[in-house]
C-alpha cells in the first residue's frame, strides 16, 4: 500500500532533487504544493485529506490545531525542513500518533559561523564603519572597537551549533567557557576540549557571550536584567537561537546604561520606529539580522539532499531524526 504524501514549500517541486522528487514517487502517491504562506483551516484540509506524511517549511506550516488534526485522520508523520520545533505541541501529536522529523544538522556550520560573524561585527563595529563610509551615521558616533584574539568567550548552549561555534573561536585565539544545563550536551562538550561552567561563573568571567540554545516554550530568557549584572560593562552579547531566550528590556536597560556594550540578535527583534530602539541601532550598539543565519547557497543544496531523505524514510515508515516531547528547562543545546 503506497502512502500519501503532501509537500508544501515556497519552492514546490523544486524544494527536492529531482532524482529525489523522481523516487518517491516510485513507491508511493506525491502531491507538491507551492505556497508563500501557511494554508488557512480550509485550505490545510483540501490539500492534507488523506495525506499520511505531511512535509513542509515553518513558513508554510498550518496551524496543527485539534480542529484540523481531527480533520486528517489518516496523518502519520510530519517532516519539518527546520532544526527548531518549539511552536510544535509535541506530546499532543503523539498522543493522535503523529510523529515529527526535523533537520537538526542542515545549517549548523552556517549558524555557527554566522554567530562568529556577529561576535567580529561586534567587536570591530565593521557594520556601522560601513554605514558611517555612506554618510548614514553621525559623525560623533565612535568607530573604536576592541581585538577578541585573548578574550573570553562563553558559549551558552553546547549542542550542534555551539560546539562548532566554540571550535572556531577556539582557533581564534579565544579561551572558550561552554554552559549547558543539558548533561549529556555538556558530557560530549567537555570531550570535545571544551571547558564547562555554571552560568554565573561564566558570565563573570566573558568578554563575550553567545547565546546557542535551545528555545522551551513558557521559560524565562537565559539572560535577564541579574545576569546582565555579572557581565563587566565592556561586555558583548550575540545570540543565533530565538529572541525569546534573552530580555529585551533587560538589553535596553544595560545598553542605555553602558553596562553592556553591544547586543547582536539573529532576527528582527528591535523596532526602529521606537525612539530608544532607533538610538541604539543608529549608534550600532544593537546588530540585528533578521533570520538571515542559515540563508546560505550550501544550506539550501545539503537542506534540500536533507529533506527529500526525511521525507523518502517517513514515507517508508522508516523515520529519521524523530523529536519527541522534552522537559521544559532553560538553556538546553540546541
Not at 510523529?99 to 554566522?114: I, K, S
Amino acid at each position: 500500500m503506497s502512502t500519501k504524501v503532501v509537500i508544501i514549500s515556497r519552492a514546490g517541486e523544486a524544494s527536492l532533487p529531482t532524482a529525489s522528487a523522481k523516487a518517491l514517487r516510485v513507491r508511493h502517491e506525491v502531491a507538491f504544493a507551492k505556497r508563500h504562506t501557511a494554508p488557512s483551516h480550509e485550505e490545510a484540509i483540501a490539500l492534507l485529506r488523506g495525506a499520511h506524511v505531511l512535509a513542509t517549511t515553518n513558513v508554510t506550516l498550518p496551524v496543527l490545531d485539534a480542529e484540523l488534526l481531527d480533520a486528517l485522520p489518516d496523518l502519520r508523520h510530519i517532516v519539518l525542513y527546520a532544526t527548531g520545533y518549539e511552536h510544535l505541541d509535541l506530546s499532543a501529536l503523539a498522543a493522535r500518533g503523529i510523529g515529527v522529523t526535523t533537520l537538526p544538522e542542515y545549517a549548523t556550520n552556517a549558524v555557527a559561523e554566522h554567530a562568529l560573524g556577529l561576535i567580529f561585527a561586534s567587536a570591530t563595529r565593521v557594520h556601522l564603519a560601513n554605514e558611517k563610509a555612506r554618510g548614514r551615521v553621525r559623525a560623533d558616533v565612535s568607530l573604536r572597537g576592541v581585538e577578541i584574539t585573548s578574550r573570553t568567550l562563553a558559549v551558552i548552549g553546547v549542542g550542534r551549533i555551539g560546539t562548532r561555534l566554540a571550535g572556531l573561536a577556539r582557533g581564534l585565539g579565544m579561551r572558550v567557557v561552554g554552559v549547558d544545563i543539558d548533561p549529556s550536551a555538556a558530557a560530549v562538550a567537555r570531550a570535545e576540549g571544551i571547558e564547562m561552567a555554571g552560568l554565573r561563573s561564566a558570565l563573570a568571567e566573558a568578554d563575550l557571550v553567545a547565546v546557542c540554545a535551545s528555545t522551551r516554550p513558557g521559560v524565562p530568557p537565559i539572560l535577564g536584567a541579574e545576569e546582565f549584572a555579572l557581565l563587566h560593562p565592556d561586555a558583548f552579547v550575540v545570540n543565533v537561537g530565538r529572541p525569546v531566550l534573552v530580555d529585551q528590556s533587560a538589553v535596553r536597560d544595560a545598553l542605555l546604561t553602558h553596562r553592556l556594550r553591544g547586543y547582536a540578535v539573529d532576527e528582527i527583534a528591535f523596532d526602529a520606529d521606537d525612539p530608544i530602539d532607533r538610538l541604539l541601532l543608529a549608534e550600532g550598539r544593537i546588530i540585528q539580522t533578521a533570520h538571515s543565519a542559515w540563508w546560505r547557497d550550501e544550506v539550501l543544496a545539503r537542506g534540500a539532499i536533507m529533506f527529500a531523505t526525511a521525507i523518502q524514510a517517513a514515507a517508508d515508515g522508516a523515520p529519521v531524526d524523530v523529536v519527541a516531547a522534552r522537559v521544559e528547562l532553560a538553556g538546553s543545546a540546541r
